[in-house]
């Protein structure tokens, strides 16, 4: 029972960490999701049994990715840009700087809900690219849409999957709570609710009509994973 408190408190944190981000980077405060790569670090490490580090300080050329774990051989790219644009940018400068060689794992991590890019030729394009480039990926090398690109429900679906000690679940919650200073109860969860519900009362109430409201609401809705 403890587990379960604890995996449903480190939903509500990790919700209250994706609106911080996603709002702060549409006001252009980018160092929200730039910060996160620190918060994200330790959990990664937790979720996989293994230590995951900070790139950006190591050299110059692990720009396309964040975080990573030599032993394993896994990088991650940590931001709040969706969409299969800043996909291929990734691909594009890990590939350009043989990142592979380091790290032939990679993945994409998004601060935010919305759906996988629905995208099928990304094995395609990266086959392509590095033909351009005039390269050999190594055969631990391999990156879909389906299983490296990662929003923040799939990073939530990861530590059920993979965490059962109380112990791991509770540190993955203090690292979050330890930087909103939170106590989740049943009162905070309700003023998250009641703090989107608003926020989406304010976004409809702009539309002109009813059929830009309900295209709003649709569009929201498709970015949530059931």
Not at 102 to 130: H, M, W
Request: include cysteine; proline fraction near 2%; charged fraction near 25%.
């Amino acid at each position: 029972m403890l587990g379960l408190q604890y995996l449903h408190e480190i939903d509500t944190l990790l919700a209250i960490l994706t609106s911080h981000v996603k709002i702060s980077t549409k006001n252009g405060w980018t160092d929200a999701a730039k910060y996160s790569e620190i918060i994200f670090t330790p959990i990664l490490t937790t979720i996989f049994n293994k230590k995951f580090e900070l790139l950006e300080f190591r050299r110059k050329d692990m720009e396309a990715v964040d975080v990573g774990c030599d032993e394993l051989g896994i990088a991650f790219q940590i931001t709040a840009t969706t969409g299969i644009k800043k996909v291929k940018k990734c691909i594009d400068v890990y590939l350009k700087n043989r990142v592979y060689e380091k790290y032939p794992k990679l993945y994409i991590l998004v601060i935010d809900e919305i759906s996988q890019p629905k995208y099928k030729k990304i094995v395609e394009y990266i086959d392509s690219t590095a033909k351009e480039l005039n390269i050999e990926l190594p055969k631990e090398f391999s990156f879909t849409i389906s299983e490296n690109y990662w929003n923040i429900s799939i990073l939530s679906n990861q530590i059920r999957e993979r965490l059962s000690s109380p112990n791991k679940l509770s540190f993955i919650k203090n690292i979050l709570n330890e930087q909103y200073n939170l106590s989740i109860n049943q009162s905070t969860e309700d003023e998250v609710l009641n703090t989107v519900i608003n926020s989406m009362n304010k976004e409809i109430v702009k539309r002109k009509s009813i059929y830009e409201s309900l295209i709003y609401i649709i569009d929201i809705f498709d970015g949530i994973s059931v």
